[in-house]
């Protein structure tokens, strides 16, 4: 039997289907209005007792800017500029009293990935302050600020500088809290100093971006009110064992948290297993508040977490939340039950289970599951080592068999790929009285993007197909390569495939439709629908990269064995010890043997590798199409300010970590009016820019670094991911830092070619400093 349901629904009918069939096509413009990307609800100061109602009131005087910060609808230039300053806590005292605000401290710990936790410990330093060693106009600032400065947590600093920015800061903000491992404040409580009241906002900017196209699983965890405080969050290192403890908003007082949300990511490797997951932690417990957008989750999840007590016999916490539609009975679910006798392994656990499952015996997608409440985790005794210890692994060995039991269903349920799917049932339910949730929403831009490259695989001549001006340059270029290289290769051939490679590039005089939707995407289209795009063709490309790069390693592992064998035969011909004839003989003839397999290996390299360039399929390489097209025919962009349009859009696009391709094809080549005009676009100072180019071995995290001292987005992954120059822009101080990252040098794909020399050219003169 359906029960009724709680909060402002309750009263309303039970809707019987599973899924709306209605169009559910995404209208983007519409979700990033202002009144649709945030949503605020004044709370009653009785919702807190008065020391955490004015806490939160203080937290949001001292750390948020003033309401002009927020009102730019420019990206916030902190992110592209550079902190060299120590940090100290007269630092940051200096910058809360001149600015109300952490903000520049806060981005620059996110992007050096320090994940905040040296402003924590920089603030535990404040004591150490005199008052005297400030102006006597700040010290009463500077005196309330430090009664509440032990009881500022990460979740604090970030939530103060989200209020702090621009709502488009804020879609950009998210990528670095998700880069850090920290939970994404999805629902918080922040002071409002215009209206003088506290509120709870529900802010989708933040997962705007980051989340904008997945294909992870979404999973909600909520508990009932007897569970508050148990120690729900501190269980998900144990259900997902690659969280950290860090990872998670446990610190400072759980009452202040109450209602909130935090968006957890699952970490990078197991991304790479396929097996990611995005979790939608709840603190506390459902209420007025929270209900609708807990709601709209829970409709869009393939696995709900719901965590009770054994109280919750007599509540009516399981009902409200399973009986709210067919399709939730229907859900993957898990249901924790918080046991204060957990460590005593007799008949309790099956006694406590089995009340539960007698009284919701129809329910046949759940799972029944005992954990320790968080009081045991705290009892201090001679032996809580060992008994910590087996706890844990007991915890670990269930989780890991209840959850690999539900993943045969959870991977056949519908999985909602965006969480803009959340935010569209979000606002229907708040202007709606009843409907069917839907999960089947989809954007206009997959359609098209459907229609470009659904009909591309691994087989198809992706290049020659999507960007054949790119293709034939390069191909032109490797002939005219061969012909100056190889003077005993066949020259009328090559000239002969030249030319024809030069007419069918003569014979594009249109723009095709590959660059006619990228061309669109750079200058009529929003950045959320970019970055879809990138995500699609992520995902498109992982398809094929897996098998490749297994490949690719393989062959590379037999290469490098050769080699060695090589250089270690050649040491021997060449070493001053005498040798018979005989060995001498037998020596020359391995090292003939191992230069004919290296070279076997070579060429399989260079297969692989090319097959792999015919898959990389991204928004740069795309970018670089347009450059080509616009060197062999700028007539056909004689639109009006079309390429001012595109070259402004690449600036800016720059400016939020994509950067400019400057040095491209093979051979090398650079010259590019596009990029000409980009350039112009980007801000800079006065004084000359300074130039530094980080160059090195491949796989030696180049990149890598880039981005972590300079905040920049290089592209990053093991083997070649940057391929030529790519070019990026920071402020600092009164200067303009250039800063080229640049190719790996010695690689197998470029053995015995000038490639490396052709680099390292480019690196020493172009650059002022070199690393």
């Not at 090398?668 to 005009?677: A, F, R």
Request: aromatic share 8%; with cysteine.
């Amino acid at each position: 039997m359906l029960l009724a349901r709680m909060g402002s629904k309750a009263t309303r009918p039970i809707p019987d289907g599973n899924i709306s069939s209605a169009n559910n096509e995404i209208d983007l413009q519409y979700l990033l209005e202002d009144a649709n990307c945030i949503r605020s609800v004044p709370v009653d100061a009785k919702h807190f007792n008065d020391d955490d109602y004015e806490l939160l009131k203080k937290w949001s005087l001292h750390l948020c800017s003033p309401e002009s910060a927020r009102t730019s609808t420019e990206l916030d230039p902190t992110f592209n500029t550079l902190i060299d300053e120590p940090m100290d806590a007269r630092t940051l005292v200096n910058e809360l009293v001149q600015n109300h605000t952490l903000k520049v401290y806060v981005i620059d710990s996110l992007k050096r990935y320090h994940s905040l936790m040296d402003i924590i410990h920089t603030l535990a330093t404040f004591d150490e302050l005199q008052d005297t060693e400030f102006p006597q106009q700040h010290r009463k600032t500077i005196e309330s600020f430090h009664a509440i400065i032990n009881k500022i947590t990460k979740s604090v600093l970030l939530t103060t500088t989200i209020d702090s920015m621009s709502y488009e800061s804020q879609r950009y903000f998210g990528n670095f809290i998700k880069k850090n491992d920290l939970p994404v404040p999805f629902a918080y409580y922040m002071w409002n100093k215009k209206n003088n009241i506290l509120e709870y906002k529900i802010n989708f900017n933040l997962l705007a971006e980051i989340m904008c196209l997945t294909n992870d699983h979404y999973i909600l965890q909520v508990g009932s009110e007897s569970a508050i405080g148990m120690g729900k969050t501190s269980l998900l290192h144990y259900i997902f064992p690659d969280k950290r403890v860090e990872a998670l908003n446990t610190d400072g007082k759980s009452t202040r948290r109450h209602g909130c949300i935090d968006v957890i990511f699952s970490s990078q490797a197991t991304n790479q297993k396929n097996e990611s997951y995005i979790i939608f932690d709840t603190h506390g417990t459902i209420n007025g508040l929270n209900e609708h957008i807990i709601r709209s989750i829970q409709a869009n999840c393939a696995l709900q977490i719901l965590y009770v007590t054994a109280k919750d016999l007599e509540s009516n916490f399981l009902n409200s939340m399973m009986n709210y539609s067919r399709q939730i009975q229907e859900k993957p679910t898990i249901i924790v039950i918080f046991d204060s006798d957990y460590d005593d392994t007799g008949n309790q656990k099956e006694k406590i289970t089995g009340g539960f499952q007698s009284k919701y015996h129809d329910w046949k997608c759940v799972k029944w599951i005992t954990a320790p409440c968080a009081q045991i985790w705290y009892q201090m005794d001679y032996d809580k080592k060992n008994n910590d210890m087996k706890r844990s692994q007991r915890l670990l060995r269930s989780f890991k068999a209840i959850t690999e039991s539900m993943d045969k269903e959870m991977q056949q349920s519908a999985i909602c790929t965006s969480i803009f799917s959340i935010q569209c049932v979000y606002l229907t339910v708040q202007n709606l009285e009843n409907f069917n949730p839907s999960i089947n929403h989809y954007f206009e831009i997959q359609n098209r993007l459907k229609e470009l490259f659904d009909n591309l695989n691994d087989n198809t001549d992706n290049l020659q197909i999507a960007t054949p001006v790119s293709y034939l340059n390069s191909a032109i270029k490797q002939c005219e390569r061969e012909l100056s290289d190889n003077w005993d290769a066949p020259q009328m051939e090559i000239q002969a495939k030249r030319d024809n490679l030069i007419h069918a590039r003569s014979q594009i005089t249109t723009i095709n439709k590959y660059t006619a939707f990228f061309i669109n995407l750079l200058t009529r289209c929003l950045y959320i629908e970019l970055l879809i795009t990138e995500k699609y063709l992520e995902k498109w490309r992982s398809q094929f990269e897996a098998k490749l790069h297994d490949q690719i390693a393989q062959v590379k592992s037999e290469a490098s064995k050769f080699n060695s064998k090589i250089k270690r035969l050649e040491g021997h011909l060449s070493g001053k010890e005498n040798l018979s004839k005989e060995y001498a003989t037998k020596l020359q003839q391995d090292l003939v043997a191992a230069k004919t397999e290296f070279r076997k290996q070579s060429i399989f390299i260079n297969e692989i590798d090319k097959k792999l360039m015919n898959i990389d399929l991204t928004i740069g390489l795309f970018c670089d199409e347009i450059m080509a097209l616009y060197e062999l025919s700028p007539h056909l962009f004689d639109g009006k300010n079309c390429i001012q349009d595109i070259a402004k859009n690449l600036a800016n696009l720059m400016l939020k970590g994509l950067a400019i391709h400057i040095l491209r094809g093979r051979p090398l080549h650079c010259y590019s009016k596009l990029v000409e005009e980009s350039i112009k676009f980007i801000p800079i100072t006065q004084k000359p820019p300074l130039v530094l180019t980080v160059i090195g071995e491949q796989s030696s995290a180049k990149s890598s670094l880039m981005n972590t001292t300079f905040g920049c987005n290089f592209r990053v992954s093991a083997g070649r991911c940057t391929i030529g120059m790519y070019m990026s822009v920071v402020q600092w101080r009164l200067e303009t830092i250039v800063i080229l990252d640049t190719e790996g040098l010695l690689s197998l794909e470029e053995a015995d070619s000038i490639f490396d020399n052709q680099m390292v050219t480019m690196a020493m003169l172009s650059s002022t400093n070199l690393l």
